[in-house]
């Protein structure tokens, strides 16, 4: 089965090249593509992809031409995917790419079909940061868990892995963080077997160059409400 590791990407010009020589080391024995779309960067991120990767055998570059946000991004990478198993890897180096192995396991072995990661499983190191941040992650996910009948810990946690038959099967709306839940009510309105991983996390601060804010948080509140009740 092939891979597609999607990689959406803006103003990480520090951080890219790292993780995708992670990713590529990680997956050395797997038939395997990396997607990585810019969300029209403006920190030299945009040339840098231009420059290494662009005619390179292994990737699809993709440029957004304006900053559309993390859900358009990843939805223009899924569409270009052409792996039979999508991972969603983010472009910072908060996540560890070893840990998609144990996910893409479970898919492969067919006991799953989709599978989140979690970084409040398992006993990887999680960097013990940003209270509100996991205050507001802990109401937004049991929020999701009302409406799509679940038991998930982190529905905001980067990593998903799932089948191209079924992300294609839906049709997301959301342009930024509210695909998160989007993505988790959908999924689960399938009925398809849902699993959730335990995940190393090494998580950045805002001065770090973390984007996620309290905006993107009552977007994602608002999404579950639209999504689990009348979608």
């Known amino acids: 089965m092939k891979i597609s590791i999607i990689i959406p990407c803006f103003n990480e010009i520090n951080t890219i090249e790292k993780i995708n020589k992670k990713v590529q080391d990680t997956f050395l024995n797997y038939d395997f593509e990396i997607v990585i779309i810019d969300d029209c960067s403006n920190d030299g991120s945009k040339d840098l992809l231009k420059k290494k990767f662009l005619d390179s055998d292994l990737h699809k570059i993709i440029f957004n031409n304006k900053n559309y946000g993390k ?87 980067c990593y998903k892995v799932f089948k191209k038959t079924d992300i294609t099967s839906i049709n997301i709306q959301e342009n930024r963080f509210g695909i998160e839940p989007e993505l988790t009510i959908k999924f689960a309105k399938l009925n398809l077997r849902i699993f959730e991983v335990g995940i190393s996390y090494f998580g950045r601060t805002k001065s770090e160059g973390k984007k996620i804010g309290f905006i993107d948080g009552i977007r994602a509140i608002y999404c579950i409400f639209k999504y689990g009740i009348f979608k």
Do not use: H, W
């Open 71 to 157: 859900g358009y991004s990843l939805n223009e990478g899924f569409k270009k995917a052409d792996g039979d198993i999508i991972c969603i890897q983010d472009a910072d180096l908060e996540y560890d790419p070893k840990d998609l192995l144990k996910m893409i396991d479970l898919i492969i072995e067919d006991k799953a079909d989709v599978v989140f990661g979690s970084r409040f499983r398992g006993d990887g190191p999680v960097r013990a940061n940003l209270f509100l941040n996991r205050l507001a992650n802990f109401f937004i996910t049991s929020l999701t868990n009302v409406f799509a009948n679940l038991s998930l810990t982190d529905i905001e946690c």
